[in-house]
Every structure is written in C-alpha cells, then in structure tokens.
C-alpha cells in the first residue's frame, strides 16, 4: 500500500490533481522492498518471516537495491518543475535531509559512486552519489527515483533502527547490522522529534509552507496496491 500510494501520489501531481507532497512512514508488517529494475536477490528472501508475524515482499516504483524495513523511516517526496538534470536533482532534494539532520547535531555528506553497486543486492551495503553518510562512513540514508516527464518520486529510508536493532538484518543480507552512536541518539529522539525537525528543514530550504492533506475515501478506493507485492 505504501508504495502504491507514493506512485499513486506521482501520477496525479503530474497530472496536475495533486500538489507537491513529503511523508514520512514506517511500515507493519516487515518488507522488504526491491527497486523497480532489481531482478537478482536470494531465493531465500521469499522464506524469511519476521519473529511472530510475516514480511512483505514488494517491489517499489523507484530505483536502487532491497531495503529492509524494519525499525527505519521511509519518506516519500514528490514534486516537479526542479530545472535541473536528473543526478542534480538529488543533490538538490536531499538538502532538507541535510539541514533537518544538522540541526539535530548530526553531520552527512554524500557518497560516491562504487563499481560494485549494481552486482549488489543490498541497498546499504555500498553509496552513491544519492546517498547521504554519516562522519565514520557509515550509509544512513539511502535514496532513488522515479520520473513521469518532469515530475520526480523521491524515495529514502533512513536506517534508524526504531525500536532497536532490525532482528532480520542478518538472515536477509549475512552480516550484522552496522551499529552506530548517531542511531543511539536517533532511537532516543523518536521518530515524531525527526519528523519535525525534517518537516521545518523543507519547509525552509525549499521555501515553502508544508499543510496536512488525509486522503479522502474516494482517493483511497483509486490506490491498488497489488502490482506492488512480490
């Protein structure tokens, strides 16, 4: 449902029913999402379950490699109009990151590109220029896209670890999940203390003034999610 609804989000702002919109989300159960063109990853994703309750398999409508989500936040940011290529683009979108972490005391920088990225099918595992580290070169957010002509999804999960470390990061990738002091305090704050102090970092860095919009009952009855779930 979840990325059902971020490209249902994409089609209408193109279409012009929809302004620019951020959310922030978690998800329950567990998934696992895949970017849009990974076709490669171990068939023992399909078996795994998460202690008491199932995890999702799905495909997201962005790019990059499988992401778990369990105890990250995900945001979803669509807009259009940026006048800028593609890679800027990033560049451009992930400031309010940036600032909102910096203004919590915590420092990123971006990475950059690695020749084994596209053989590896865990998103976290290595950096790009789209993605966002901590000052030991730790990945701590990770973002991809997806274009309809100029107006842009923005997918990130930041790997917070919500509620302690994620019980199924080493049966899905085969290796411990990277501890760090940030994630100490990210845990301490909670998520409703980042949220605000990322929704305050857009609303300043791309000037704008950001109002809360539930989607009516009519809009949800248009949100399939099936060509979503693997």
Known sequence: MQMALDHWLLSQHRQGHQPPSLRFYTWDPPALSLGYHQQRWPSTWRSLTAPGQSLDLVRRPSGGRAVLHQGDLTYGLVTSGLGVGRSAAYGHLCQFLIQGWANL???LHYGQPHRDYGR????FATATE??????DGTKFIGSAQLWQGDAVLQHGSLALGLGGAPSLFRPVFGQPWPVSSCRDRAQA???DVIIASLTTAASQVFGITLLPQ????TEWGAI???PWQL
């Open 214 to 217: 539930p989607l009516t009952a």
């Open 130 to 135: 789209a993605d966002l580290l901590l000052e």
């Open 189 to 191: 704050w909670g998520q």
């Open 120 to 123: 590896n099918p865990h998103c």
């Open 224 to 226: 399939d999610p099936g």
């Open 105 to 107: 005391g915590i420092p």
